[in-house]
């Protein structure tokens, strides 16, 4: 960024920090706990739209550009390792932010996007959408990422939109944090869930049409583990 672009940033940052702190004040925090699952809990879908979309723009521009740097290395160089010929391919990535793991898929050749709710301004890679409702035609991805299932209102919305999307042979990457039990962090401010370990999210994927095909812990710039499921039964996919 330049130093304009700073400071457009840096006035519009106090505007969010404002608007989050009153969207927290109004949210509190109330979790419930279900079958594995810590939830936040919003008044309504409309709230819980209003918070997640301040996360970015309430960001330091330093802070962003710093997770940039270090998301791009560490996916990249997962990417690298992984059996996958992504050239060619199509991928959507859900929750895309900046869009640094879009850009870590085009460095592999693939035709990547990302959706967000709040892609800030002038972003290249990512185009506002939620991962709830995704926008994109039945069966036309080759792979689905994500790493922010811990920003979902409802799980199994955003399951049923990735299988409807993705194509009968279509992969879906999920790298999810250890948000809750030894060695996690404390929920942060705009997490929607947390998960004891990562079996119940695996459990999940596997109740909702997945299988898995490949597993490995992530250890930067988080600790974690990285999920590539494949569809197990296309029937009944569209609508699930």
Partial sequence: MNFWERVRWDVARQYYQAKKLLLRLRIGEKWEEEQGFGRRKYPDYETYLEHQKTKFSALRAKSVEGHDRRFHAALSERLAAMPLELRG???????????????????????????????????RYVVVGDFHALQFA????????????????????????????????????????????????????????????????????????????RRQPIEKPWLGEQFTMRLADRSGADGA
């Avoid at 859900?94 to 002038?122: C, H, M, T, W, Y």
């Avoid at 879906?172 to 962090?185: L, M, R, T």
């Avoid at 004891?196 to 095909?213: I, T, W």
């Fill in 89 to 123: 391919k199509n991928v959507l990535c859900l929750a895309a932010r900046q869009g640094s793991e879009v850009r870590a898929f085009i460095d592999r050749g693939a035709f990547a996007v990302g959706i967000d709710l709040n892609p800030g301004r002038k972003n």
């Fill in 138 to 213: 039945d069966a036309s991805v080759d792979y689905v990422y994500t790493n922010s299932l811990d920003h979902a209102f409802d799980l199994g919305r955003i399951i049923g939109e990735v299988r409807r999307v993705l194509k009968a042979d279509g992969g879906f990457i999920v790298e999810a944090n250890v948000s809750a039990g030894e060695g996690a962090a404390p929920a942060g401010p705009y997490e929607a869930m947390v998960w004891q370990g990562a079996e119940p999210l695996l459990d999940v994927l596997q109740e909702n049409g997945f299988r898995l095909e």
